[in-house]
């Protein structure tokens, strides 16, 4: 599984975004599939999961409330629209596929064995 995360970008505080995920791969559809963020100097974070199906989600409480996920997987892809954006949202966002048949949310790093390369998002005051 190959994966190309694009969207990011500069806006000013209180904007949108939305990130977009395209998978390669026939799997995509069973697989859960996540975001994280990781801000300059800091760990990287897990921001929000999906089932694969799309019926489960779980957001971070930083986030929860003004990022939404979908996905359409008619189209290999995974969504972050992400709206009332702080500056504490600066961070490379990365989008992540569990491995193989595996549909259920989570928020652990591990969990996750596919890494798109990340798309910067900045957020001014």
């Known amino acids: 599984v190959q994966l190309q995360a694009s969207g990011g970008g500069l806006v000013q505080a209180g904007g949108s975004l939305r990130l977009s995920c395209a998978a390669s791969?026939?799997?995509?559809?069973?697989?859960?599939m996540g975001w994280f963020r990781q801000a300059p100097g800091k760990e990287r974070e897990f921001v929000v999961g999906?089932?694969?199906?799309?019926?489960?989600?779980f957001y971070a409480d930083s986030v929860k409330g003004r990022f939404t996920i979908s996905r359409d997987n008619a189209k290999n892809t995974v969504y972050l629209q992400m709206n009332s954006l702080k500056p504490e949202d600066t961070a490379v966002y990365y989008c992540?596929?569990?491995?193989?048949?595996?549909?259920?949310?989570?928020?652990?790093?591990?969990?996750?064995?596919?890494w798109g390369q990340g798309t910067l998002v900045t957020v001014s005051s």
């Open positions: 992540a596929s569990r491995p193989g048949f595996i549909a259920g949310v989570s928020s652990r790093e591990e969990h996750y064995a596919y």
């Open positions: 791969g026939r799997t995509f559809g069973n697989s859960a």
């Open positions: 999906i089932s694969n199906s799309g019926d489960r989600t």
